[in-house]
């Protein structure tokens, strides 16, 4: 299911993480050769995904949500 990206967030271990409108948190790291995503390093290349929509397999997967979407 896919849901926009509404914020990110960094987690202990400085990695990026998207927050979900669904209220899912998505990891979302630049690590070549895996993962490209160079946008991600930079406030304005983040500010340009916001409401990208991303595939959220915590939602099919019925999990609970990891924060509590804003109004």
């Known amino acids: ?3 926009a990206i509404i ?3 960094q987690d202990d271990e400085l990695h990026w993480v998207a927050k979900l409108a669904c209220g899912h948190h998505q990891h979302v ?3 070549p ?3 490209n995503r ?6 304005q ?3 340009r995904h916001l409401n990208v929509k991303l595939e ?3 939602c099919d997967e019925g999990a609970p949500v990891d924060f509590i979407v804003p109004i």
Do not use: A, I, S
Request: glycine content about 8%.
């Open 38 to 43: 160079p946008w991600v390093v930079t406030p």
């Open 33 to 35: 050769p895996w993962t």
């Open 1 to 3: 299911m896919q849901h």
């Open 56 to 58: 959220c397999k915590k």
């Open 45 to 47: 290349g983040r500010q």
């Open 7 to 9: 914020g990110f967030t």
């Open 29 to 31: 790291r630049h690590n």
